[in-house]
């Protein structure tokens, strides 16, 4: 039988000086459930507690996200990954970008496993800590997991996009499931000079961390920083579905030609963070012929399941020769590869240089200044 405690410093010593004796102080394992889904096959299987103690005590302390809930705990076996204990590297890059202070008064919106919650209340104190959770199943598992662990925060059962006014004002609210769209009661609960930091994407990016500083006049203003994708907000999530359900035989589609190869505009952090800002609602998904990569064929398919736009980027060996087929209203390839060459001509920035900026009246992207307004 495994030690647990031998693991556990182990995992400490991965995590940035400052937030080693919290890690220490908060045993991962008693926050996460006796069933965990892991990855098979590209299926995820349920690994208990039970039946394999070593393998699940080595999966609490990997340095990996750890699946605690599929499909919204609905049972309907579609696979889909709604909760997870975050991977605690990126735990601790969140953390540490908080700046989090003793007696500091924090909303973390996502509670999942309460892990999180239970690093946060080390550092800033039980009675300084709130946590929300949308789903009750698991705001309920992680209060008792609080209580069991002598961090007994307070877990409210709701929609945290909506906050928690009754504990507002906060010095910093710490989002662990990523949004779109910065939800505005956020910066209202959120004190002058507080920091509200949360992992923030596009249907085309999977994200990365922004850190907004809030002011005292109703905006907020920051910049990205830290690649992270998490999970999306449940109202904030982007239509699925699969290829065969967007991309149908009786469609008509215009057929052109590029020699635009999607290493970069798909596969580049930064160019896929810009084209992402530059193109609202674009999802794409990437199918490889006969799901083999190794026959370096295969076809890129952009989508916007809200005006039913579909484009399919054809990519083989040889020549730079690449057919795209588009349809619908919105030209989709056509916005990818204007909003590539918009990034190539602003010099291929990095995606750093962008920041966001909240007010009432909604959010805008920058790069480099507030007042150079890219999206
Ligand atoms: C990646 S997990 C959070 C990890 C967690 N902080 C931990 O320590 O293990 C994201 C969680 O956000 C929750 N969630 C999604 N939408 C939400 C919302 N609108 N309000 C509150 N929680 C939400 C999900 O149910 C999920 O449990």
């Known amino acids: 039988m495994?030690?647990?405690?031998?693991?556990?410093?182990?995992?400490?010593?991965?995590?940035?000086?400052?937030?080693?004796?919290?890690?220490?102080a908060v045993p991962r394992h008693e926050f996460i459930p006796d069933t965990v889904w892991v990855r098979r096959e590209g299926r995820p299987v349920p690994l208990t507690r039970a039946e394999a103690p070593d393998e699940w005590l080595n999966v609490c302390y990997a340095d990996e996200p750890i699946a605690v809930q599929?499909?919204?705990g609905d049972g309907s076996g579609r696979g889909h990954v709604t909760s997870s204990a975050s991977m605690p590297t990126t735990v601790a890059l969140m953390l540490e970008a908080a700046g989090l202070r003793p007696g500091a008064h924090v909303l973390e919106i996502g509670t999942a496993t309460g892990f999180n919650a239970a690093l946060v209340a080390s550092r800033v104190g039980v009675e300084n800590t709130t946590t929300i959770e949308i789903d009750a199943d698991l705001a309920a598992?992680?209060?008792a997991a609080l209580v069991n662990a002598g961090f007994p925060v307070e877990v409210v059962t709701g929609d945290g996009t909506k906050g928690h006014a009754p504990n507002a004002p906060y010095d910093r609210?710490?989002?662990?499931?990523?949004?779109?769209?910065?939800?505005?009661?956020?910066?209202?609960q959120t004190a002058p000079g507080g920091r509200i930091v949360t992992p923030w994407g596009t249907a085309f990016h999977s994200g990365a961390l922004l850190r907004l500083d809030v002011n005292g006049d109703g905006t907020a203003s920051g910049?990205?920083?830290?690649?992270?994708?998490?999970?999306?907000?449940?109202?904030?999530?982007?239509?699925?579905?699969?290829?065969?359900?967007?991309?149908?035989?009786?469609?008509?589609?215009?057929?052109t030609v590029t020699d635009l190869h999607p290493y970069e505009p798909v596969g580049d952090f930064s160019a896929s963070f810009a084209i992402g800002v530059r193109v609202p609602g674009m999802l794409s998904t990437l199918v490889y012929d006969n799901d083999d990569p190794g026959t370096q064929?295969?076809?890129?398919?952009?989508?916007?399941?809200v005006s039913e736009s579909w484009a399919a980027w054809r990519i083989q060996p040889g020549p730079r020769e690449y057919?795209?087929?588009?349809?619908?209203?919105?030209?989709?390839?056509?916005?990818?590869?204007?909003?590539?060459?918009?990034?190539?001509?602003?010099?291929?920035?990095?995606?750093?240089?962008?920041?966001?900026?909240?007010?009432?009246?909604?959010?805008?992207?920058?790069?480099?200044?507030?007042?150079?307004?890219?999206?």
């Open 2 to 24: 495994i030690d647990p405690r031998e693991l556990q410093a182990r995992l400490a010593e991965e995590m940035p000086p400052a937030w080693r004796a919290a890690f220490m």
């Open 323 to 375: 057919p795209v087929r588009q349809h619908g209203p919105r030209r989709l390839f056509d916005e990818l590869a204007s909003a590539y060459a918009w990034w190539e001509g602003a010099g291929r920035p990095d995606y750093t240089r962008f920041g966001l900026t909240v007010t009432p009246n909604g959010q805008s992207v920058w790069m480099d200044d507030p007042v150079h307004t890219v999206a």
């Open 70 to 72: 599929l499909d919204d």
């Open 297 to 305: 064929r295969y076809t890129v398919h952009l989508m916007d399941p």
């Open 173 to 188: 609210i710490l989002s662990t499931a990523a949004v779109h769209k910065v939800p505005y009661p956020w910066i209202e």
């Open 141 to 143: 598992n992680a209060r």
């Open 223 to 255: 910049r990205f920083d830290g690649d992270t994708g998490f999970m999306w907000v449940r109202d904030q999530r982007t239509p699925h579905g699969a290829v065969e359900d967007r991309v149908k035989p009786e469609h008509d589609f215009a057929e």
